[in-house]
């Protein structure tokens, strides 16, 4: 059988992910998801490229069970609003975090254009938090695990909830 599965991706030095296959969450043997991709390492730049190694092995395991059609990344409003306002961030989200963030999406980016072309960026505002909630509850997510759940959030708003992607890829 030929599967398609969607990923979406909350990057940082901690990276959130969730496999969606037909509108549903996959089944990953050995695996949760959704989940986290743990950056470790002495330095940002060890746990930066073990993530990176790590959002590999997920997409190169999927791509040996069928192919993978869509990947969402979340997309960040940038430095040119003040941290905290209207970006889904908190204020203790500075600026150096931001950067990690940045350098980690870049590295997903790199490793899912390798397995396919269809990389979107997304808002994760699209949908607010209570209704991620809601909607994790009704696909029976129990995480409590914050990044597994945002990258579930950015999901739904890519539209892989509903079977496959709606957005615009680059």
């Not at 905290?84 to 999406?105: L, Q």
Request: glycine share 12%; charged share 20%.
């Amino acid at each position: 059988m030929f599967w398609v599965f969607n990923v979406s991706f909350d990057p940082g030095v901690t990276t959130g992910y969730c496999v969606w296959l037909d509108g549903k969450i996959a089944e990953l043997p050995g695996r949760k998801n959704p989940g986290h991709l743990a950056g470790k390492g002495d330095t940002f730049l060890d746990r930066f490229m073990s993530v990176r190694s790590q959002v590999s092995t997920l997409l190169a395991s999927l791509h040996e069970e069928g192919v993978v059609g869509q990947v969402a990344i979340e997309e960040f409003m940038g430095f040119s609003q003040k941290i905290g306002d209207k970006d889904g961030h908190g204020p203790s989200f500075g600026k150096i975090t931001m950067i990690k963030c940045a350098t980690v999406r870049g590295g997903i980016l790199s490793v899912s254009l390798s397995y396919t072309r269809k990389v979107c960026l997304i808002n994760k505002r699209q949908v607010r938090k209570i209704q991620t909630a809601q909607l994790a509850q009704a696909y029976g997510i129990t995480t409590k695990d914050k990044d597994a759940l945002d990258a579930f959030q950015i999901g739904v708003c890519a539209g892989f909830d509903r079977g496959s992607g709606t957005r615009l890829c680059f």
